[in-house]
């Protein structure tokens, strides 16, 4: 479905129907550098389960019609109040009666609680997968991690995007992107240029159930990083599982390889946002 944000930028929603009408539809953000295409084995196992899926095009990236450079350049504040505004407008409209989940992969994942706690009333809750906070405390040997945030920006800067691609670290980044993010790297607060926003207020106030899985051999992501990102949500009900390979069909359970069996995360994803819905009805479910 084409969408075009509030900024005048054009790309491309795909959402993954069921056969029925769905109960659930789940707004997902790719990963850095990730296009939204490549989740698609993921959209078609939740609609085996009688879920929607909305896979969310990052400006920059697949079918948007931006690509980062000297002449094209955008950040956090981009990307939170024009471009998912516009796809998940166009998802409720298509689904007015199901309840709707954001979620994300990695940055899409932190996006994902920034955009939930901008509108808290808007999601039945979040849905966590290979994502956490970068703050560089978080990470074993994080002092090198440090210098490569120090290094980012500048470097954006500098080539006019971060090349992602060359460096071998997401795609080629905007350097708005690169200065936000690489900013909550070294500090550990999310904020976003041009956002006159307190995220931690924002984010300390989300009560909406939250369910993450890490995957056990994700160095891109430790047991730190997630545990600093859930912290941030503390009114937030949690639940956190651990990938290992044998949900994976014996693949190594890392930030990527999930993408390409996501059969079981799907399944235990599905039972969560049914459990989830029962309680807050005032029924038994499982917490």
Known sequence: MPVVALDGARSELILVQPADY???????LPA?????????????????????VALHEWRGMGSSDRRAGRRGNWGYRELLEAD?????EETRARWPRAKL??????LGGQLSCLYASLHQDAFAGLVLIASGAPY??????GAWILWAYVLAAPLAQLIGHLPGRRIGFGGNEARGVTSDWSRSGRTGRYAA?????????????????????RL?????????????????????????????????AG??????TWMKVPDSLAAQLVEWMDSSVIISSGGVGRT
Not at 84 to 88: D, E, K, M, R, Y
Not at 136 to 141: E, I
Not at 194 to 211: H, S
Not at 251 to 256: C, L, S, T, V, W
């Open 22 to 28: 769905p109960r659930h539809v789940l707004y997902w």
């Open 32 to 52: 850095m550098g990730v296009p939204a295409k490549h989740y698609l084995p993921m959209a078609e196992a939740f609609a085996a389960h009688g879920i929607a």
């Open 84 to 88: 998912l505004p516009a796809g998940i």
């Open 101 to 106: 989940w954001v979620g994300g992969h990695s």
């Open 136 to 141: 560089w405390r978080r990470f074993p040997h």
């Open 193 to 213: 240029d041009g956002m006159a926003v307190d995220f931690a207020r924002q984010m300390a106030a989300v009560k909406q159930p939250v369910l993450a899985l």
């Open 216 to 248: 056990r051999d994700d160095w891109m992501v430790p047991f730190g990083s997630l545990e600093w990102l859930l912290g941030l949500m503390p009114q937030a009900p949690r639940q956190v599982g651990v990938v290992t390979p044998e949900q994976l």
């Open 251 to 256: 693949q190594r359970a890392d930030h990527f």
